[in-house]
C-alpha cells in the first residue's frame, strides 16, 4: 500500500492567507478599497484550507482509496489528467459513466508519482484517450485485423543492409579469412624453430 497525504504547505499558505485576511479588513476601516484585497485573502484562504482538508489516497493491489470511498481498479474506465500538476487533478471514469474528480495537494514529486501509480495500475482503462497497452509501449493484446478489418497483417519487413567496405575492402578481407583458415595465422613467419 502507497498512501499519499496533503502537503502541509497548502495549511500554512491558507493560515498566512488568513492573518492577511484578517490585517486587510483592519486597514477597511480605514480606507475602504482594502476591502477587496480582503475578499481575495478570503476566497485564497478557503481555497487553500479546502486543499489542506483533503482525504488521503492510498493505492492498494487492488482498489484505490480516496478517504472513505472505495473504487476497484477493475472499474476504472478512462484516467483523464487535466493541466492541473500541483496540485494533482485527475477525472476517473468509472464503470457506469460515473465521472471522479481526484485532486491531491501535493508537491511536485509526489504529484507525478500518484499519476504514475493511477495510470500504472488501471489496466482495463484508457489513458489520456490511449488504450493502456499502447501507452505504456506494450504489444496490443487483440490482433490487428479484429482492430481495423480494413488493415491486412503485413509480414515484417527486413532491415536493410549497408554496406560498411568499398568492394576492394571486402575482396581483401575474404583473402586474409581464407588464409586464416588453411595457414591459422596472418603474419609471414616461416615454422623454422
Known amino acids: 500500500m502507497t498512501r499519499y497525504t496533503p502537503s502541509r504547505n497548502y495549511l500554512t499558505a491558507g493560515v498566512a492567507a488568513f492573518v492577511l485576511a484578517l490585517v486587510s479588513a483592519w486597514f477597511a476601516y480605514q480606507w475602504t ?3 477587496v484585497p480582503t475578499f481575495l485573502f478570503l476566497l485564497t484562504s478557503s481555497f487553500l484550507i479546502y486543499l489542506a482538508a483533503r482525504p488521503p489516497i492510498e493505492i492498494h493491489p487492488a482498489v484505490l482509496k480516496i478517504g472513505a470511498r472505495t473504487i476497484r481498479w477493475a472499474d476504472i474506465r478512462t484516467v483523464d ?3 492541473w500538476i ?3 487533478v485527475v477525472f476517473l471514469t468509472v464503470s457506469g459513466k460515473k465521472r471522479v474528480m481526484v485532486v491531491y495537494p501535493g508537491d511536485l514529486e509526489s ?3 500518484l499519476l504514475r501509480h493511477l495510470r500504472r495500475c488501471a489496466l482495463d482503462a484508457t489513458i489520456d484517450g490511449i488504450p493502456y497497452r499502447e501507452f505504456w509501449g506494450e504489444p496490443s493484446a487483440e490482433p490487428l485485423d479484429s482492430v481495423r478489418p ?3 497483417r503485413q509480414k515484417p519487413m527486413k532491415s536493410p543492409r549497408y554496406p560498411i567496405l568499398r568492394p576492394e ?3 581483401e578481407v575474404e583473402r586474409l579469412y581464407q588464409r586464416l583458415k588453411t595457414v591459422g595465422r596472418l603474419d609471414q613467419r616461416s615454422d623454422e624453430n
Open 33 to 35: 478599497p482594502s476591502v
Open 81 to 83: 489528467r487535466t493541466g
Open 86 to 88: 500541483s496540485p494533482l
Open 111 to 113: 504529484s507525478k508519482a
Open 150 to 152: 480494413s488493415v491486412r
Open 169 to 171: 575492402d571486402e575482396a
